[in-house]
């Protein structure tokens, strides 16, 4: 982990714009996206995303903020959130056979 790395409570996973989905856990990881992959480069929100990174990185706004604009930026721009399903508990193969029968 990287020394101004601070990561997100709640990771975030976002399809892009090729379909492929990526999870983000960190402020420094989307800066680093928004800045190196970004595919718009423009946008008021990409712009405001940017901006709340960089401040989360030097300890000036919450984490929290930052990943909303990351969000915000990512709805502007067409990558929509991609919720993940709970996990669900394995079941007991001795109860699947008693439900089935």
Same mark, same amino acid.
């Given at each position: ?51 709340? &990174?960089?401040? !989360? ?6 984490? *929290?903020? =930052? #990943? /909303?604009?990351?969000?915000? %930026? &990512?709805?502007? !721009? ?6 993940? *399903?709970? =996990? #669900? /508990?394995?079941?007991?193969? %001795?109860?699947?056979? !008693?439900?089935?029968?």
């Amino acid at each position: 982990m990287l020394l101004n790395e601070i990561p997100w409570t709640i990771p975030l996973t976002v399809r892009l714009s090729n379909g492929l989905t990526r999870t983000f856990t960190s402020v420094y990881e989307a800066l680093d996206f928004l800045e190196n992959e970004w595919p718009l480069r423009k946008g008021e929100r990409y712009e405001r995303a940017v901006r709340t &990174c960089r401040r !989360a990185l030097n300890r000036m706004t919450p984490a *929290a903020v =930052a #990943r /909303e604009a990351f969000i915000a %930026a &990512c709805l502007e !721009a067409g990558m929509p959130l991609v919720m993940n *399903a709970p =996990a #669900r /508990e394995p079941q007991d193969p %001795a109860t699947k056979t !008693a439900l089935s029968a």
